[in-house]
């Protein structure tokens, strides 16, 4: 029986993290270490950084997942890897896994197989306390909301018009909606919620966030509720911030790690891109940029969701420009859009996968002709792929005017990307020019609506009364030059998740619509899609367990 993911990251032989910082030039006394083999670079130190030049940035994305994922974090790993071996200077920049989907349906995220980034258990629970540190921020803020209410309420909030929800990183739908404030002097019953961590404003505040002022400021501005008048209330209203962000300031510098083959990573923050941004912390992305010559970076799920955030988002507001692309497919990902059922997904099925390739299609249009970037499609090899599933997938590509390269990175570590790295150390040479879907000067419906017809295919986007209401306001309040964060389905270009391949001519609908001032983006949350997941029939956390001997087992 082939090892599994946690068998292959147990039985690395990892570096002493001092070594791996070493390699970068950071100093032992920059570094703040958990263990031997983790540790955060001190931010003073990376301040010091600015006058170095820039390495070039390439952007992972992906088709649409199947349910289980197409190996993006994987992928990542393993062109980092590559790069490396090739004789580049590379790092590569990933989000922590959260808790929620750790336990829930995906299991771990740290990659797999030979392309792996290790302590992988570490990184998959708890970390660094990171993921802590947000949610006891935005639970303060919380709490310190409905005490001001309790103790006189002197900025006149009221108490309907309360928008600040409490996290947690675990799945639990049945604290999507709750009443707080229930028993005597327990505050004001109101209807509230919880979200997924990485659904808060805190985490996108996080990960978009320049330096530790930027992230004050940024916090300050979170709006959390509104007067019987209308008039904002924000977090520096209630003199949070501060406090917020010294709950944050250790957390703030980046994550030091290495893959199985010693090349250096960056783990910091994790913003799911389904219901939030979906890319690491800048302060992370920015750094490595200046220790190595190639940094790669994922935005999370597929294009339509992480890489046109990455762009629409990220680089608008920080002025990085992904040299290159590289667009994540599978064999199983064309089958499971061409109709074939998950459970009938090893068998071959060449005309399911001519079927299915239309989302691979939309995918490379998306990264290569409306955001401008140079894109390879690397098709992530599964043991169960035939030779005639992988040459049809790459006939279509080459169809369409591009690239396909087979990388066996899973398998075979570094060995198995080496085309792919030489494929994308070209593409980073080539001329380009990174194009944004909307421009800033358009209104926040026009913006929705460009994403839905230019990005999903979509015939129009459609909204109730209310929401078209609240969009209007939000336009008068001045934050109709905020960029828009749709959150929506992973699973399928439209909203709805059963509709495979390429759908056209759907219509969107705009659910609801919370404004994120502090992240500076307005979230759009369209179709069924929840900011606090569920967990499924049979959650991961029933194979995750701790032997005779303390070693963390089934995980992944």
């Known amino acids: 029986?082939?090892?599994?993911?946690?068998?292959?990251?147990?039985?690395?032989?990892?570096?002493?993290?001092?070594?791996?910082?070493?390699?970068?030039?950071?100093?032992?006394?920059?570094?703040?270490?958990?263990?031997?083999?983790?540790?955060?670079?001190?931010?003073?130190?990376?301040?010091?950084?600015?006058?170095?030049?820039?390495?070039?940035l390439i952007l992972m994305t992906a088709m649409s997942p199947t349910p289980a994922g197409e190996g993006k974090t994987t992928t990542?790993?393993?062109?980092?890897?590559?790069?490396?071996?090739?004789?580049?200077?590379?790092?590569?920049?990933?989000?922590?896994?959260?808790?929620?989907?750790?336990?829930?349906?995906?299991?771990?995220?740290?990659?797999?197989?030979?392309?792996?980034?290790?302590?992988?258990?570490?990184?998959n629970l708890h970390f660094t306390g990171d993921f802590a540190a947000i949610a006891f921020a935005t639970?303060?803020?919380?709490?310190?909301?409905?005490?001001?209410?309790?103790?006189?309420?002197?900025?006149?909030?009221?108490?309907?018009?309360?928008?600040?929800?409490?996290?947690?990183?675990?799945?639990?739908?049945?604290?999507?909606?709750?009443?707080?404030?229930?028993?005597?002097?327990n505050g004001y019953p109101r209807e509230s919620g919880f979200d997924i961590v990485v659904a808060s404003e805190v985490m996108a505040i996080f990960c978009l966030a320049h330096d530790l002022t930027d992230l004050r400021e940024r916090l300050g501005d979170i709006v959390v509720a509104y007067t019987r008048d209308h008039r904002p209330v924000r977090a520096r209203d209630l003199e949070a911030h501060g406090a917020m962000t010294a709950i944050l300031r250790d957390a703030f510098a980046p994550n030091l790690v290495q893959t199985l083959e010693h090349t250096p990573a960056f783990v910091h923050g994790g913003p799911f891109a389904n219901i939030a941004h979906g890319c690491n912390s800048l302060v992370a992305t920015r750094a490595a940029l200046k220790l190595a010559d190639y940094v790669v970076t994922e935005a999370g799920f597929g294009s339509d969701l992480g890489a046109e955030k990455f762009v629409d988002i990220l680089c608008r507001s920080s002025g990085l420009r992904p040299s290159a692309a590289v667009i994540v497919a599978t064999v199983r990902a064309a089958k499971y859009h061409g109709g074939v059922d998950v459970a009938d997904l090893p068998a071959e099925n060449i005309a399911a996968i001519e079927k299915g390739s239309a989302n691979l299609i939309r995918h490379l249009g998306i990264v290569r002709d409306i955001l401008g970037l140079p894109a390879v499609v690397a098709i992530n090899h599964r043991a169960e792929d035939t030779d005639a599933e992988i040459a049809a997938l790459v006939g279509i590509v080459e169809r369409e005017g591009a690239r396909a390269v087979v990388a066996r990175h899973f398998a075979e570590?570094?060995?198995?990307?080496?085309?792919?790295?030489?494929?994308?150390?070209?593409?980073?040479?080539?001329?380009?020019?990174?194009?944004?879907?909307?421009?800033?000067?358009?209104?926040?419906?026009?913006?929705?609506?460009?994403?839905?017809?230019?990005?999903?295919?979509a015939s129009?986007?459609?909204?109730?009364?209310?929401?078209?209401?609240?969009?209007?306001?939000?336009?008068?309040?001045?934050?109709?030059?905020?960029?828009?964060?749709?959150?929506?389905?992973?699973?399928?270009?439209?909203?709805?998740?059963?509709?495979?391949g390429a759908p056209t001519g759907h219509v969107v609908e705009i659910r609801e619509v919370r404004l994120a001032a502090g992240a500076r983006f307005v979230v759009m949350v369209c179709g069924a899609v929840m900011?606090?997941?569920?967990l499924p029939v049979v959650p991961a956390a029933a194979s995750i367990d701790v032997d005779e001997n303390g070693r963390i087992v089934g995980l992944f």
């Not at 990892?14 to 540790?39: H, T």
């Not at 922590?96 to 290790?118: I, N, R, S, W, Y």
């Not at 709750?178 to 002097?185: A, F, N, Q």
């Open 1 to 56: 029986m082939n090892p599994s993911n946690i068998d292959i990251a147990q039985a690395a032989e990892m570096l002493p993290i001092d070594q791996i910082a070493a390699g970068l030039g950071i100093p032992e006394d920059s570094l703040e270490q958990y263990g031997r083999y983790k540790a955060k670079v001190a931010l003073p130190w990376l301040a010091g950084l600015a006058d170095r030049p820039d390495g070039k």
């Open 76 to 123: 990542t790993v393993g062109l980092g890897d590559a790069l490396h071996r090739i004789g580049r200077r590379a790092m590569i920049c990933l989000r922590e896994p959260a808790l929620g989907p750790v336990f829930g349906m995906k299991g771990g995220a740290a990659g797999g197989g030979h392309a792996q980034v290790v302590p992988m258990e570490d990184i």
């Open 139 to 185: 639970n303060l803020l919380a709490a310190l909301i409905d005490n001001h209410v309790h103790r006189g309420n002197a900025l006149g909030i009221d108490v309907r018009r309360i928008s600040w929800r409490r996290v947690l990183d675990v799945n639990d739908r049945a604290l999507r909606d709750i009443v707080v404030g229930l028993g005597p002097d």
């Open 413 to 457: 570590g570094s060995a198995g990307a080496e085309e792919l790295a030489h494929e994308v150390v070209r593409l980073c040479d080539e001329p380009s020019e990174l194009q944004f879907v909307y421009p800033d000067d358009a209104s926040l419906w026009t913006k929705m609506k460009t994403i839905a017809t230019r990005v999903y295919g």
């Open 460 to 500: 129009d986007i459609t909204a109730t009364t209310a929401v078209r209401a609240q969009i209007r306001r939000l336009q008068e309040e001045g934050y109709g030059e905020y960029p828009i964060c749709v959150a929506k389905t992973q699973y399928s270009s439209s909203t709805d998740a059963k509709l495979r």
């Open 531 to 534: 900011t606090m997941p569920g």
